[in-house]
C-alpha cells in the first residue's frame, strides 16, 4: 500500500478478495454473526482473531473499514468509530480520567464541548482548568497538579481559528507525564497530523469535514500508541480484566494484552461496549464515501474561503475577520509550520453593526444555508453566540471575541464568485436604510 495520502484514502483498511471482491465497501446491516463454534467463539471473545466480528456494537466490518482508513491517515495505531463528534470527545476525556482528575484546555473551543467540561464532566469527578490563550505554556505548566491527566486542544480552534502549538503543547504534556488531546475536526486529517507532531489522541467530529456532505453524524477517536501510560495515574489499563484470561497468559490487563494499543483497546471495550454511543454501518459507508474526496473538496474550499475572507477585509461594514490563514496575525509562524495547505474552510468575521443588522445579514443570504454545521460541501452561515456557543456565559464569549455581531461562515464547493455577491447583496440589504 502507497503512503499516499490520496491513495490511502481509498484504498487503505480493505482487502476487496475478502469481501467477495466487491470494489467498494460492502454495507453489513447487521446486528450481530454467526460464531460457529464454541473455540471460535472463545477467540473472538479474547480477541485473538482480528478481522472478526462478534456484535455491531462492539465491531463491525463496515465500520471497522472506516476506523482502519481513518487511522491509516492519521498514523495511529488503532481507531474507535463512534456515533457523533461529541461523543469522540466524550469517551476520549472518560477513558483518559477514569474515576476522577482534572483536564487543562482553552476556554476558545465549540460550545457543546465547553459545556460539557464546564457543567457536565464535573458531575462525574472530572474538572477543568481553563486557559484564555493555550499556547501560554508557563501558565499551564502553573495549572498541572498530580491529578492532571491531559492537556486538550482543538488544533484550530472555533469559530475564531486560532492555532494552537501542537509541537510544544506535547513536550510539555509529556514532561509531565499526560497525554495530548487533539479535537483536529477543522483540518481533517488532510491538512494536519497532529500525531506527527507528537499529539497522542486525535477526535474528530467526522460528520464535518471528513464526510463533507451534510448527510450523516459520526466521530472517531485516534490512538496514536506512542503515550507510556503509569499505573499509578492511569489505573484502568492496568487492572486485571478477566474476559481477556487465557491460560499462559500472566498479565490480563490492556497494557499487558493490547500494549501501545491499551487507550483504544479499553475505550472499545468499556466505553463503545458498555455506553452504546455506536455508529451504525451506513453511516460508517457516508463517511468512507466522503472521505474518498476529501482532498479535492478541501483544496477547492480552503482557496475559495481565502478569497471571501480577502474579499470581506475590503468591505467597510466588516469590523475584523478572525482566519489565521491570511497569515497577518502573530500566529503566521505557527501556520506555516503546520498549515503549508490551509487552516480550513471555517472562518469568522465581525460585522460593524448591530443586532439587528446581523438578522437581516442572515435572512438576507440566498446561496449561504443558515445552519449550525461546518465542513458541508454547501456553504453555511451562522451566528456563533445564538446557536453554536448560546450555552457559554456572555462574559466568557466576549472574552474570546464570540460577539454578538460575529457571524462563522463554512465554506463549500460553489462558484467563489457566487459567494462573494451573495454576501455583498445581503451585507448591503443589512444596512439599506
Known sequence: MSNEFDTKKIHSGYEPKNFDYSATVPIFQSVAFDLGNTGHADQIVRGE????????????PTVDIFEKRINALDGGVGAVAVASGMAAITYAILNVAEGGGRII?????????LDEFRTLLPK???NFDFVE??????KIQELIRPDTKAIYVESVSNPITNIADISQLAKLAHKNKIPLIVDNTFPTPYLFNPIKFGADIIVYSSTKGISGHGNVVSGIIVDGGKFEWTKEKFPQ?????????????EDNSFVGVFGKRAFSAHLRTKYLRLMGAVLNPFAAYLGLLGLETLSERINKEVLTALKIARYLEKNEHIEKIFHSGLLNTPQRDLVEKYYPNGIGTV????LRGTVENIKKLLNGVKLFTYLPNVGDNRSLIVNPSGTTHREVPEDERKR?????????????LED????IRDLEQAIKQAFKE
Open 49 to 60: 482473531l482480528p478481522g472478526a466480528f462478534m456484535y455491531s456494537r462492539v465491531a463491525n
Open 105 to 113: 484546555a482553552p476556554l476558545d473551543i465549540y460550545g457543546a464541548s
Open 124 to 126: 462525574y469527578n472530572i
Open 133 to 138: 490563550n493555550i499556547n501560554d505554556f508557563d
Open 237 to 249: 489499563f492496568f487492572e486485571p480484566e478477566l474476559t481477556l484470561d487465557k491460560e499462559g497468559r
Open 347 to 350: 472562518f469568522s468575521f465581525k
Open 400 to 412: 474570546q471575541n464570540i460577539s454578538d455581531n460575529l457571524i462563522r461562515l463554512s465554506i463549500g
Open 416 to 419: 467563489a464568485s457566487d459567494l
